[in-house]
T-cell receptor
Framework: DSGVTQTPKHLITATGQRVTLRCSPR?????VYWYQQSLDQGLQFLIQ???????AKGNILERFSAQQFPDLHSELNLSSLELGDSALYFC???????????FGPGTRLLVL | AQKITQTQPGMFVQEKEAVTLDCTYD???????LFWYKQPSSGEMIFLIY??????QNATEGRYSLNFQKARKSANLVISASQLGDSAMYFC??????????????FGEGTQLTVNP
């Protein structure tokens, strides 16, 4: 157990819908990262927050947004969902940006 | 841009034997970090080992060691005394220098390791 929690574990929804994925970092970790793992694209970085502020952005679609709250938990919002958004979404956390990232169990999203 | 290459889509090893999983990387930055993660069939990503570009010695963590050859830009993972529970997908990853693009991880394609009894 990495200490990073993600909810829900599984999510099945329809095209065009909006979902919110939640992540609680390890105790004391200030940095949160979101990654997407799909069969065709592999593991891809989406976005990073540090102590509530956006720190770096990857190839995150405009339909996707995220934020980190004062209690350091983070949410990833996916809207206007398409079939191609089906993937395993990971949250990771680290105490500081240059330290080891520990991953949560992931949220498996299936868009039908 | 940073790039990680894992050329072995699948590897097989006998239980109790050692196995080496290959990883090469490409970067123009002098400061970088290299990681290995394990992903069992259940899906979670488990951190195994880390090597910093300025570390003088190869990293070791229990049965895992990292064969770091800076001049060849390779960071191979060595698993000694393989166990059935080592069967999983293994990913090599590089951390971007924070100064330029945060500290995202760039992952390779992964190597599926199967340990045979």
């Amino acid at each position: 157990d990495s200490g990073v929690t993600q909810t829900p574990k599984h999510l099945i929804t329809a095209t065009g819908q909006r979902v919110t994925l939640r992540c609680s970092p390890r105790s004391g970790d200030l940095s949160v990262y979101w990654y997407q793992q799909s069969l065709d694209q592999g593991l891809q970085f989406l976005i990073q927050y540090y102590n509530g502020e956006e720190r770096a952005k990857g190839n995150i679609l405009e339909r996707f947004s995220a934020q980190q709250f004062p209690d350091l938990h983070s949410e990833l919002n996916l809207s206007s969902l398409e079939l191609g958004d089906s993937a395993l979404y990971f949250c990771a956390s680290s105490h500081a940006p240059r330290e080891t990232q520990y991953f949560g169990p992931g949220t498996r999203l299936l868009v039908l | 841009a940073q790039k990680i290459t894992q050329t072995q889509p699948g590897m097989f090893v006998q239980e109790k034997e050692a196995v080496t999983l290959d990883c090469t990387y490409d970067t123009s930055d002098p400061s970088y970090g290299l990681f290995w993660y394990k992903q069992p069939s259940s899906g979670e990503m488990i951190f195994l080992i880390y090597q910093g570009s300025y570390d003088q010695q190869n990293a070791t963590e229990g049965r895992y060691s990292l064969n770091f050859q800076k001049a060849r830009k390779s960071a191979n993972l060595v698993i000694s005394a393989s166990q059935l529970g080592d069967s999983a997908m293994y990913f090599c990853a590089m951390r971007d220098p924070e100064e330029t693009s945060g500290s995202r991880l760039t992952f390779g394609e992964g190597t599926q390791l199967t340990v045979n009894p």
